[in-house]
């Protein structure tokens, strides 16, 4: 009987391991993971889900694993891959033969340069654990430093700030969210921070991070000492490959696949946060994607590819983020734009278009309250997959409906 693998139980080994089942196949199914819990979602640790008592979301009930007969291995690490024997070796001790392998081994936190790396009081966040200690501080009279404008650290801050803790974050950039966002939208965000009472600096460099006497202690360049009671670094990710690069498979940026998914090795797939691959869409261009959508949508493709569907990846990167009241949303990659268009959507929402010298449509970015921008950022997207070339005009004035030019 076929025995198929997957390396990491995150989003993405999860969703493969049932793909695999919904279309059909009836081998072995063996999902490992190194974490304790079940896959869970990691998208709420920083929202919600740290607002309240602070359970894992499932991605699947327990019993769902049992009864799809995948077999879940959890709090067990894959530390050698032998590629040539189709063997993987595991922390206890025993080893797995592969017809085909998943590797969906996501991505870490990075940490700070020069940190102490074991300190209670100097974090980042990633796992449910990591979550559940950043939620016993979260408490009035207490005060959080958060490391780095990125999503992560602004949306802590933002849980923070509702349980009434008091927030420093601290930016190297002149501005929040440079990476991938636009500064319109990035400042409004900002100003929401500042409104809330976040004492936001941006353009500051830390020179050190150490705990002294129970606080984090941050020194910056201007020789300010900022103390906390917890420091949440949040200065990015990084991808998961250690395995993959000691079994010889190419790297770069990422555990590199092409557009099936496929590694360099035989049998050896790879998906989710800790592969890069290349994007048709944008010519061929090799991304590496962090996001939810994302890891659901490879997961599947994965499974397909493993069982010999022999799909392309298509998917146009899609990626939200939940600040106080307001949903960010962007789709596409705006890199490469030289034309950015606003649509006001009325109750303060808009969305910025992107558009590249030949007026192709490249990205979309919308923020407003709830749902504000989820339809147009939708319309969008299927435009975008469309490689369309939209009526600029048409794309500002709100009273022309996004479906419409789809039609056209
Ligand atoms: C706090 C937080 C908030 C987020 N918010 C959003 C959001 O608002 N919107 C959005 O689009 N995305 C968000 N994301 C990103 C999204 O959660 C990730 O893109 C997604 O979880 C990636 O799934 P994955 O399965 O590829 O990797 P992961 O979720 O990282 O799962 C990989 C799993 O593999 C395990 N593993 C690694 N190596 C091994 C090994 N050798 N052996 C066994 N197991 C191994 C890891 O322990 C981990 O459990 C957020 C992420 C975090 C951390």
């Known amino acids: 009987m076929a025995h198929f693998v997957i390396i990491g139980a995150g989003e993405c080994g999860a969703r493969a391991a049932f793909a695999l089942r919904e279309k059909g196949f009836d ?21 919600a889900g740290l607002l309240g008592a602070i359970d894992p979301k499932f991605v699947a009930a327990q019993e769902a694993y049992a009864a799809s007969n995948i077999r879940l291995l959890t709090g067990l690490t894959a530390t050698g891959l032998d590629a040539a024997a189709h063997t993987v070796a595991l922390s206890d001790g025993s080893r797995l033969s592969y017809d085909r392998l998943l590797l969906a081994t996501g991505a870490s936190a990075r940490s700070f340069p020069n940190a102490p790396s074991d300190s209670s009081h100097i974090r980042s966040l990633r796992t449910h654990h990591d979550a559940a200690t950043l939620r016993a501080m979260l408490q009035p009279g207490k005060r959080l430093a958060v490391i780095g404008g990125g999503f992560i650290g602004l949306e802590v801050a933002a849980t923070a700030r509702r349980l009434g803790t008091d927030v420093v974050l601290i930016e190297g950039l002149e501005r929040v969210l440079k990476r991938g966002v636009p500064e319109d939208i990035a400042h409004l965000i900002a100003e929401r921070h500042r ?47 250690e395995l993959a690069e000691a079994a010889g498979l190419a790297i770069d940026n990422g555990i590199a696949v092409d557009d099936r998914l496929l590694s360099s090795a035989p049998d050896i797939f790879a998906a989710g946060d800790c592969c890069s691959f290349p994007l048709d869409i944008y010519d061929g261009r090799r991304v590496r994607l962090e996001s939810w959508r994302n890891a659901q949508d490879q997961g599947t493709l994965a499974a397909a590819n493993m069982l010999g569907a022999d799909e392309a990846v298509s998917a146009v990167p899609w990626f939200w983020s939940d600040q106080y009241d307001m949903v960010l949303q962007i789709a596409g990659l705006a890199d490469g734009a030289i034309t950015h268009l606003r649509r006001d959507l009325g109750e303060g929402a808009f969305i910025l278009f992107h558009l590249d010298a030949e007026g192709r449509l490249l990205a979309a970015s919308g923020i407003g309250p709830g749902n504000t921008v989820a339809r147009d950022i939708r319309l969008a997207e299927m435009l975008i997959a469309a490689r369309a070339h939209p009526d600029p005009a048409a794309l500002t004035a709100s009273n022309i409906k996004l479906k419409t030019l789809l039609a056209a």
């Open 27 to 47: 081998g072995k199914i063996t999902l490992v993971g190194s974490e304790m819990h079940p896959p869970y979602e990691r998208p709420p640790l920083s929202k």
């Open 195 to 241: 409104a809330e009472g976040v004492d936001l600096r941006c353009g500051v460099s830390i020179e050190a991070l150490s705990e002294q006497d129970g606080k984090a202690v941050i020194r910056l360049s201007s020789d300010e000492t900022i103390e906390a009671d917890l420091a949440l670094v949040g200065i990015g990710a990084r991808p998961n490959v």
